[in-house]
């Protein structure tokens, strides 16, 4: 009964390194996401995607991409990793079409940019 | 840019009293929505969903007021354990709150 597992649960990067955040799922959930949360800020999109092969921007888009190649796998890439990248990442899924679906959401990767 | 405001708190509520929050969002076309319970240092998790003619688990009432567009959520009978931040959320499109902290006074 795994739901949403996000790897690693730490990171710690220098400024301009490159990292992957994975994020799976196993409950065949059309619709993934990333969040940031930041002290005062709540959580704040940051892409999202509605099914294999379909991804788009939320409101902080920039300094990430990402892929989903796979219902199950929408990994988050830093490319250029900066200090204003610290944050705690979380990783949501839900079904798309059903009414009002609520999100499931991974233990979350506290990540922190020297 | 659509918005959902909550009062940050945080509300220092004694144990056993009836604690309220309310939530109200910018956008009419919205038609989930929900509350969430983040303990510190966790993920979110769901709370309850919020329907319009609003609904009960337990010590939890959550209400819909569509027309002034806000929705609220009513702890009865407050545990050490409801201490939290408290999340709502609409959809679509999927906004979340920037929570109310709550803590309950032994």
């Known amino acids: 009964n795994a739901g949403v597992t996000q790897t690693p649960k730490f990171q710690v990067l220098k400024t301009g390194q490159s990292m992957t955040l994975q994020c799976a799922q196993d409950?065949?959930?059309?619709?993934m996401s990333w969040y940031r949360q930041d002290p005062g800020m709540g959580l704040r999109l940051i892409h999202y995607?509605?099914?294999?092969?379909?991804?788009d921007q939320g409101e902080v888009p920039n300094g990430y991409n990402v892929s989903r190649s796979t219902t199950e796998d929408f990994p988050l890439r830093l490319l250029s990793a900066a200090p204003s990248q610290t944050s705690v990442y979380f990783c949501?899924?839900?079904?798309?079409?059903?009414?009002?679906?609520?999100?499931?959401f991974g233990d979350g990767t506290r990540l922190s940019i020297l | 840019r659509k918005e959902v405001e909550q009062d940050p708190g945080p509300f220092n509520v004694p144990e056993g009293a009836t604690v309220a929050f309310n939530c109200t969002y910018s956008?009419?076309?919205?038609?989930?929505f929900f509350w969430y319970r983040q303990d510190c240092r966790k993920e979110p998790k769901l709370l309850m969903s919020?329907?319009?003619s609003g609904n009960e688990d337990g010590r939890f009432t959550a209400q819909l007021n569509r027309a002034s567009q806000y929705i609220s959520l009513l702890i009865r009978d407050s545990k050490l354990s409801d201490s939290a931040t408290y999340l709502c959320?609409?959809?679509?499109?999927?906004?979340f709150g920037k929570g109310t902290r709550l803590h309950i006074l032994p």
């Open positions: 919020v329907y319009s």
């Open positions: 949501a899924s839900s079904p798309l079409g059903q009414g009002d679906q609520p999100q499931h």
């Open positions: 995607s509605v099914g294999a092969g379909i991804t």
């Open positions: 409950m065949n959930h059309e619709y």
């Open positions: 956008n009419s076309a919205s038609q989930s």
């Open positions: 959320v609409v959809n679509p499109p999927i906004i």
